[in-house]
């Protein structure tokens, strides 16, 4: 009997034991849970006067920023057509106490001079913050912004004029902060970014300060979850056929360019994509004839093409080029057929080219640039997941310059369409991010 109670006794003290030690366990969990949720002391320089004076200006005047933000939106930036939206830009930035200029391809560059750049130029002393002007709609669209329960609505709302706030919240809150660098900060807001622009604009921002660049911060549309450190290549391409061209009724038969060019993009179209690496296409524009009752001696179409990988970039173009060549042979053969092909001056002739092309690249992991971001989010009490895409990033990543490309704050979508959409909730944590990233590069001097 001893025995048996002493052996009932001692299961239940292991027992016991395995629960405390389950709840010491669980405990534990949860006091590093509530932790991570809490926000961080953060950087140092963060508990500054200037910097906190900065920080508290961005979480006082959203309004103010979403009232600049409509300003902007409601100036038009079609592609290649930048200059009247650059010229706002400047004059707001100049009011927030920058010297700005415009260079040879239309970006507005203003220089806030560190303390490393005050004494003299070294290698690796600026940084470049930079959002961009342009949108992807044509001249003439309406550009009006909407209130609809609580969400502002306008084509380009989000992307890029939620960006270029951002920027303009940035060098304000910088100004009343009286906050000053080491790094010398480059705030500029560029052109090109979209549609055939090739990101001409950032490709000369780097061109000017490629000896001189520590790291590149582009800010690109809405929210403060996400972080670009991972460029995604795409080459945009034109074909041109060209014809001889004629009546719809008395030359029926001859070659017809429309009818070529539909012929390979049919083909092209059921050319299969990898899921990994991710692939994609879209025939965008397609252009072409004079009236409904005319055969057309002119035809073209715009594809963009987009691949996590460049031998994947390669095999597409290949078949495009060989789905459009195609096209043609049928179209010349149908109008053999048809008896209407008589001499030289009644083919088609195709042209593919490359009308653009973005290289790709990726940040390393253990990058300060990637640290300084999540050393901003511990601060602010999130998490922000790492993303692959195409922006201005890539200029600076694929020369192996530090890059990422970040959100103004806020929540956006439709990009790209008419109903694009901008909320301000949220917007202050996106700013306040882009400050403290900024600012744990550049270095802070007190």
């Keep these: ?66 009232e600049q933000h409509i300003r902007m939106t409601e100036t038009p930036a079609p592609p290649f057509e930048e200059a009247r939206r650059g010229v706002l830009l400047k004059k707001m930035l100049e009011e ?41 709609f044509p001249p003439g669209t309406d550009v009006h912004v909407r209130k609809e329960r609580g969400r502002l609505l306008a084509p380009g709302i989000s992307d890029n004029c939620s960006g270029l706030a951002a920027l303009l919240a940035v060098a304000r809150a910088l100004h009343e902060g009286k906050v000053r660098t080491h790094a010398t900060i480059v705030l500029a807001a560029n052109v090109g970014e979209e549609g055939e622009g090739n990101l001409r604009g950032m490709r000369k921002l780097v061109e000017t300060y490629r000896g001189r660049l520590r790291a590149v911060i ?39 360019p429309i009818h070529a060019l539909s012929r390979g993009v049919a083909r092209f179209v059921k050319v299969k994509v990898p899921e990994s690496p991710r692939t994609s296409f879209n025939v965008g524009l397609i252009d072409g004839g004079t009236s409904v009752n005319s055969i057309p001696h002119h035809a073209s179409i715009k594809v963009d093409l987009r691949s996590e990988s460049d031998p994947e970039l390669d095999r597409l173009e290949n078949a495009l080029r060989e789905s459009l ?93 008419l109903n694009e959409w901008f909320e301000p909730v949220g917007r202050e944590v996106g700013l306040k991010r882009l400050l403290l990233t900024l600012l744990a590069v550049a270095g802070v001097e007190e």
């Design 1 to 66: 009997m001893m025995g048996g109670r002493y052996r009932s006794q001692k299961v239940r003290f292991k027992t016991v034991t395995l629960l405390l030690a389950w709840l010491f366990a669980f405990m534990t969990s949860l006091t590093a849970q509530a932790a991570t949720a809490m926000p961080s002391p953060g950087p140092q320089f963060a508990q500054g006067p200037r910097v906190a004076r900065a920080i508290t200006w961005l979480e006082r005047n959203t309004d103010w920023v979403t």
């Design 96 to 136: 927030a106490g920058l010297r700005c200029r415009p260079d040879e391809v239309g970006n507005i560059v203003c220089e806030r001079a560190g303390a490393r750049g005050r004494r003299e130029a070294k290698d690796r002393d600026v940084v470049l913050i930079s959002a961009h002007l342009d949108t992807v």
């Design 218 to 256: 582009a800010i690109d549309g809405a929210s403060s979850d996400h972080v670009t450190t991972m460029a995604l290549a795409s080459r945009r391409m034109e074909a041109v056929v060209e014809g001889p061209g004629g009546h719809s009724w008395s030359d029926f038969g001859l070659p017809n």
């Design 325 to 417: 060549q195609t096209g043609i042979e049928e179209e010349m053969v149908a109008a053999r057929e048809r008896g209407a092909v008589h001499n030289s001056a009644e083919i088609l002739k195709l042209k593919v080219s490359v009308i653009g092309a973005r290289p790709g690249g990726q940040l390393p992991a253990d990058s300060f640039l990637l640290e300084a971001v999540r050393s901003a989010d511990r601060h602010l009490g999130q998490r922000s997941r790492l993303e692959r895409s195409s922006t201005d990033a890539n200029i600076p990543l694929s020369l192996g310059i530090p890059a990422i490309a970040l959100g103004g704050g806020g929540r956006g979508g439709g990009a790209h369409s």
